[in-house]
């Protein structure tokens, strides 16, 4: 299946640009909550949420999350109707395209959203899939939200459009 859209509203990306500021120079990761419209595909990411990074070596150019750890949020999610899309991560000083390590390490299904950081400053942000079947990766289009999301679970109908976030 492939992933149409992955729609953000502003305050997901302050929390995980924020995130990835402050882990620098340091890998960050963390999780893309949100849920998937049925009929479209969209994905709409409802917020950030910062993960520990289980790497022990290499953390300037690596980050791992547990299998455990995504468990035990989608069990915490569940009652809200809530999933985890994917995942986000930082590349501390280099481009926000994925690495070989991100490939052999990646999951089918799950949006991954790469953060560039130069210098300690989030910069530009790259979003792609996993094609199962090529074990590459693809891009996704980010849509960037105008405006948080209100209360109930729909996304705002207006929104600026970028190939990136």
Not at 100 to 121: C, K, M, N
Not at 152 to 160: D, E, F, K, M
Request: hydrophobic residues 35%.
């Amino acid at each position: 299946m492939r992933v149409s859209d992955l729609w953000l509203p502003p305050e997901a990306l302050v929390a995980l640009r924020a995130h990835a500021e402050r882990d620098y120079p340091e890998e960050c990761c963390g999780f893309l909550v949100g849920e998937v419209d049925p009929s479209t595909q969209h994905r709409t990411v409802h917020r950030a949420l910062a993960a520990r990074n289980r790497v022990s070596e290499d953390r300037e150019r690596r980050f791992a999350i547990v299998p455990q750890d995504l468990a035990d949020l989608e069990e915490r999610l569940e009652p809200e109707g809530l999933t985890v899309l994917g995942f986000y991560h930082s590349h501390p000083d280099h481009p926000a395209l994925p690495s070989s390590f991100d490939t052999e390490h990646a999951w089918p299904w799950y949006t991954y959203l790469i953060v560039r950081v130069v210098a300690g400053q989030a910069s530009e942000m790259g979003c792609f899939e996993l094609d199962p079947d090529r074990r590459e990766f693809r891009s996704v289009r980010a849509v960037t939200l105008e405006r948080p999301l209100p209360p109930a679970s729909h996304p705002p109908t207006t929104s600026a459009v970028s190939g990136k976030a």
